[in-house]
């Protein structure tokens, strides 16, 4: 998608700073962090709605799952713990259309809601 700053940055028409990259996803600290360790794990390919029908979408997720806990690991959080977010759609606030799953830690992150 040509206006999507997730795939620009896959793609590497927008710089960043890559904690991560493979053929399925890639992974950079989140540009406004809600904890002291907020990534942002994001596939390459562009998946829009979660509720979308999308071939390959549940390996993709499950990689993306996979991907999370390998980052919790290099970053020193895997047994203090962290929480991962997907968010979909207007009522979780969700800004960027591409789907993408934050890891938050290195606080206490209070309940829910
Ligand atoms: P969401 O609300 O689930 O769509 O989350 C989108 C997240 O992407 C927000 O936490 C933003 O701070 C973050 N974000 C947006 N643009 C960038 C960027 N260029 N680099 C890093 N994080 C970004
Ligand atoms: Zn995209």
Redesign the pocket.
Known sequence: MNDC?FCK?GAGD?P?TMLHKDEDVYV?????P?APT?L?IIPLEHVGALTDDAPGRTAVLGRMVEVASEMAKQEGIASSGYRL???QGPD??????HL?L?LLAGRRLGAMG
């Open positions: 700053v940055i927008i960043s950079i600290a989140d540009i406004n809600k907020h942002l977010i997907i968010n979780s606030g969700q800004e960027v259309p993408h934050h």
